[in-house]
């Protein structure tokens, strides 16, 4: 079945480790988003691609990094300078880039950092 | 900037009702809505998608509605069951990004 996959669901960090989170899509889509998502707030944007090779910042960039260099695979790096990694990340994937279809998104993986 | 409201943040129902989500947004100009339900510790799953175009979906038991004037949308469940307890969240897309309600949590009582 088409969809979205991220790895691992749950993962704990020691404070000053990156860590990198997989998200991986067999829809075919060009466009694909990572939000971050904390209790009691909205989803928050960090990074997006329209296509590959290519991905802006979202609005909470600081501290994380992406890389596109297909169009299955969109992973997302969490690095040590992020001050508050603790959080649910949340993949997803359109045909175009935003008002362009419908979002779809994998099952998240939820960060600890301890 | 545009900003996404959904009331309540909950909502407890007896099963079998009928019930409304409501979404409000403060900039008019957007490509489409989608509402999506996310079940605890979950990924998010969509339910609808509304063009600017359009003025409702339905989908099984579920219908939204947009009137982009007022700046409102909708979702309509029609006979409520337990299985339908999630968080209920409203996304807006403008010309510039995709913006978030922070959901409505549904409790349908059995």
């Known amino acids: 079945d088409g969809g979205i996959t991220q790895s691992p669901k749950y993962l704990f960090r020691k404070e000053g480790q990156n860590v990198t989170l997989s998200c991986e899509q067999n829809?075919?889509?060009?466009?694909m988003y990572w939000y971050r998502q904390d209790p009691g707030q909205g989803l928050r944007l960090i990074y997006y691609?329209?296509?590959?090779?290519?991905?802006q910042k979202g609005d909470i960039a600081e501290g994380y990094s992406v890389s596109r260099e297909k169009k299955e695979s969109f992973p997302l790096t969490v690095t040590s300078a992020q001050k508050n990694p603790t959080a649910f990340y949340l993949c997803?994937?359109?045909?175009?880039?935003?008002?362009?279809?419908?979002?779809?998104f994998g099952e998240g993986s939820r960060l600890t950092v301890l | 900037k545009q900003e996404v409201t959904q009331i309540p943040a909950a909502l407890s129902v007896p099963e079998g009702e009928n019930l409304v989500l409501n979404c409000s947004f403060t900039?008019?100009?957007?490509?489409?809505l989608q509402w999506f339900r996310q079940d605890p510790g979950k990924g998010l799953t969509s339910l609808l998608l509304i063009q600017s175009s359009q003025r409702e979906q339905t989908s099984g038991r579920l219908n939204a509605s947009l009137d982009k004037s007022s700046g409102r949308s909708t979702l309509y469940i029609a006979a409520s069951q337990p299985g339908d307890s999630a968080t209920y969240l409203c996304?807006?897309?403008?010309?510039?990004?995709?913006?978030f309600g922070t959901g409505t949590r549904l409790t349908v009582i059995p």
């Open positions: 829809l075919n889509h060009d466009a």
């Open positions: 996304a807006v897309t403008g010309a510039n990004n995709l913006f």
């Open positions: 900039d008019s100009a957007i490509y489409n």
């Open positions: 997803a994937s359109s045909i175009g880039y935003r008002g362009q279809g419908e979002l779809f």
């Open positions: 691609s329209q296509i590959v090779n290519d991905f």
